[in-house]
T-cell receptor, first 106, second 113 residues
Framework: KNEVEQSPQNLTAQEGEFITINCSYS?????LHWLQQHPGGGIVSLFM???GKKKHGRLIATINIQEKHSSLHITASHPRDSAVYIC????????FGTGTRLQVFP | SQTIHQWPATLVQPVGSPLSLECTVE??????LYWYRQAAGRGLQLLFY??????ISSEVPQNLSASRPQDRQFILSSKKLLLSDSGFYLC????????????FGNGTRLTVT
């Protein structure tokens, strides 16, 4: 069993839809990153959170450390949100999920 | 503000040739530095991390090595590349304070032919 499970693996949406990506992990950690990887390969760290909820623009991330579960939400999705979203438990030496490929169509 | 530079962006090398990828960080001192690799169709994997000059920890046995000759310089090397070394290599940094988030470079796409 993988240490990090993301669902769904692939996701297509129409512009404007509300998106949810889920992440469950089995390792004991104090924080978790959500990363965004664009087709060119570059990776941007969207959030690092250790409890509760964080919001940045249209992106919201939640985490329940006790239940070892985190979610990433995108409100009012847009084609430019199309990317691979990666859940990565850990603070610096991260363990990576295989990612969720999101495509948002106009 | 802090920035991370990684080069080259793409590289095609023959099997058996040497490798040197360089990463530098500006705007901070004594950062933790990391090399990650993403093989085709697979997730990211931590290769090396460093908490200071000359201090390198290897996470997985492999054909690669890392060095940190200066505080903000991290180099990934190989004496003889293998086909299996192909992949996308990412350098990252974080502040040395525990719980600091990671910041990634733009990556190097290496193809070994």
């Amino acid at each position: 069993k993988n240490e990090v499970e993301q669902s769904p693996q692939n996701l297509t949406a129409q512009e404007g839809e509300f998106i949810t990506i889920n992440c469950s992990y089995s390792v004991g950690i104090s924080a978790l990153h959500w990363l965004q990887q664009h087709p060119g390969g570059g990776i941007v760290s969207l959030f690092m959170l250790s409890s509760g909820k964080k919001k940045h623009g249209r992106l919201i991330a939640t985490i329940n450390i006790q239940e070892k579960h985190s979610s990433l939400h995108i409100t009012a999705s847009h084609p430019r949100d199309s990317a691979v979203y990666i859940c990565a438990p850990g603070t610096d030496k991260l363990i990576f999920g295989t990612g969720t490929r999101l495509q948002v169509f106009p | 503000s802090q920035t991370i530079h990684q080069w080259p962006a793409t590289l095609v090398q023959p099997v058996g040739s040497p490798l040197s990828l360089e990463c530098t960080v500006e705007g901070t001192s004594n950062p933790n530095l990391y090399w990650y690799r993403q093989a085709a169709g697979r997730g990211l994997q931590l290769l090396f991390y460093s908490v200071g000059i000359g201090q390198i920890s290897s996470e997985v046995p492999q054909n690669l090595s890392a060095s940190r000759p200066q505080d903000r310089q991290f180099i990934l090397s190989s004496k003889k590349l293998l086909l299996s070394d192909s992949g996308f290599y990412l350098c990252a940094w974080s502040r040395s304070r525990r719980g600091s988030p990671l910041h990634f470079g733009n990556g190097t796409r290496l193809t070994v032919t």
